[in-house]
């Protein structure tokens, strides 16, 4: 439970930091890191480099930050980016790629977030002085608006292969990539190496305050150093929040499992309550849940505001879903006492 007396299960990104984190947040070394000499975001970002088998990363305030810099680093203004419909790039970074890396975007119908290798070589464009040039193919693992749904290693690596034979840069947003890891025992430098970047955040399940990281190559990170300052996101003592993010990599990854099982129990103590198929059981694969609020005649906004009402905060998600994310500040009393609280909504 959160500290203003709720269960917050509106995002991962309402978790507070641990208390080792905030002792290491006060005693972090420090340094100018535009100059590249923050020792603490400096064992930051080769922490990363060790856990994704990558050259370099570079820290960054947030995951649309890093996420943009990845866009603007591997494309090509006036091109076209091949993702999934309903990715982060498309629904929630506000227009960015258009505006910073001038790309338009092409979303593909998925299976529960993930694409076919089929569909993706289909999408790649022609020699066509009429059409938009293919420029870049991102994925997102996990896939949020599918409902944290885990891409499989052989997925991402098909994927790569369409990309590579169309001589195409392959992007992984990746600010869930542990759960990924977690829920299929898959290491984070097997899902890194068919990438070129993969972005990573610090302060979803990981529980730092802030900040994420873009990972690649040296030559790649160099570049995505330039434009970390042309988008305004030059850091200077850094190291007092790279800190919390040391520990996040180094000691929150393995626990993401605890968030899966939570998730497990919320949606099947959901789903019990309402009709069959208003909570996917077969789309929890990590740590958030989706119900269908138009299958008991109500829309997401009023489903959740009747649920804060009894103690519990949900997001709406979509014109359909409202959306619960389990994290390291909801227990297992917590999601007991959430299944309880859904059904006092239910029979009112």
């Not at 299960?9 to 978790?15: A, F, M, N, Y």
């Not at 494309?75 to 498309?90: N, P, W």
């Amino acid at each position: 439970m959160t500290s203003n007396g709720y269960i917050d299960l509106r995002s991962d990104t309402v978790t507070m930091p641990t208390d080792e984190m905030r002792r290491a947040m006060a005693d972090a070394e420090l340094g100018d890191d535009c100059y590249g000499e923050d020792p603490t975001v400096n064992r930051l970002q080769e922490l990363a480099c060790e856990l994704l088998g990558m050259e370099a990363a570079l820290f960054v305030p947030s995951g649309s930050m890093a996420n943009q810099i990845a866009v603007k680093v591997l494309s090509q203004a006036g091109g076209e980016v091949i993702c999934e419909e309903d990715c982060h790039l498309i629904h929630h970074e506000a227009g960015a790629c258009a505006l910073l890396s001038q790309v338009q975007l092409r979303g593909l119908v998925s299976n529960m977030g993930v694409l076919s290798a089929d569909d993706v070589h289909a999408a790649l464009r022609p020699p066509d002085p009429y059409q938009p040039r293919s420029v870049l193919v991102a994925i997102e693992n996990t896939h949020n608006a599918a409902g944290g749904t885990v891409w499989p290693l052989d997925s991402v690596e098909a994927v790569s292969a369409v990309a590579r034979e169309g001589r195409l840069p392959f992007f992984m947003d990746g600010a869930r990539l542990f759960n990924a890891c977690v829920a299929t025992d898959t290491p984070a430098r097997d899902y890194a190496a068919p990438c070129d970047i993969v972005t990573l955040s610090l302060y979803k399940g990981l529980a730092a305050p802030m900040g994420s990281l873009v990972c690649g190559s040296d030559e790649l990170i160099k570049e995505g150093w330039r434009f970390r300052r042309v988008f305004g996101g030059a850091l200077r003592q850094a190291g007092v929040v790279a800190a919390a993010g040391i520990i996040g990599l180094r000691s929150m990854i393995d626990r993401l499992a605890d968030d899966h099982a939570n998730a497990r129990r919320l949606a099947e103590g959901l789903a019990a309550q309402v009709p069959d198929g208003a909570v996917d059981l077969e789309r929890v694969h990590t740590n958030m849940v989706f119900f269908d609020t138009t299958s008991v005649g109500s829309s997401p906004m009023a489903f959740a505001g009747a649920l804060k009402k009894e103690g519990v905060l949900a997001g709406a998600a979509s014109a359909t879903d409202v959306r619960f994310v389990t994290h390291k500040d909801v227990s297992t009393d917590d999601v007991e006492r959430a299944i309880k609280a859904f059904g006092s909504v239910l029979a009112s």
